[in-house]
């Protein structure tokens, strides 16, 4: 098709293992790509994807969406302006109950199908928008609730270069309100809860999100934990997350913005995911894979 048509973009929404494959037939005839998460199923077929793309200068984008979304943009500027202090640590839940029919489809079962892979892999991207790199993982993972090859809980827990750290606590085989698209009702398919997914943690206060309620104390120094802490709500507008990316992903086609989700952030994202299957699978601590060489971050 690419040979008979000229499109001004693609969005690649191909099984994981394809990604390459058509993200490269893009490339080769200089086609801005939009690529769904995960960039690529393995990080050589990213790196490779990523080094092509740039030795070619043509767009490649990661649908990492929730990077789009008004509460996230609002939550960078909190953190970002100091309004926590420093930040010290982030704990982050994403628990639901997927149905029996859901695993009806094989590869939902095997190996790169659980909820590490499909879930998990938007918090470790949000987190690494929020903290910065990943510097380490350590966690632990079980299949003891579904008994499938691929695990149905984990636990995991992050070294962030700045010193941070944060936890981690994913299962798909556990109803509750905790999680990402419950929190956030920006997902019409998973019943809305309005509670809490992520605490930010700083040395002067702490923000709930999406919430987005900022607890501190009454005076200028940091409360000690003897004062009461006031929750402080700020605004946001909107979960129009999907559409945005969009907007932007025709901006990018026309020239008139860079990508904002780049090929290398998404790289990045993966390399730190794979690292908590490997942190799972050594019982060891487990360092994010380095981007390749020739390329800038």
Known sequence: MLDRERPDGVIVAAP???HLAVGLACVERGIPALVEKPLADTLDA????VLAAEAKGVPLLVGHHRRYNPMVEATR????RGELGRLVAVNAMWSARKPDAYFDAA??????GGPILINMIHDIDCLRHFCGEIAEVQAFGSSAVRRFEVEDTAVVALRFASGALATVTLTDAAPSPWGWEAGSADNPGIAASGQNCYRFLGTEAALDFPNLTLWRGA???PASWGDPLTGLPRTWAGHDALP??????????AGTEAP????????ATLAATLAVK????????VAPAPPPPGATA
């Open 16 to 18: 994981n293992q394809l």
């Open 46 to 49: 990213g790196a490779e994807l």
């Open 77 to 80: 500027e909190i953190l970002a």
């Open 107 to 112: 590869w939902r079962r095997a190996p790169g």
């Open 219 to 221: 005076g200028d120094e």
């Open 244 to 253: 945005r990316q969009l907007e932007h992903f025709v901006n990018v086609i």
């Open 260 to 267: 904002r989700v780049s090929g290398r952030e998404g790289l």
């Open 278 to 285: 490997q942190a799972i699978a050594t019982r060891q601590p």
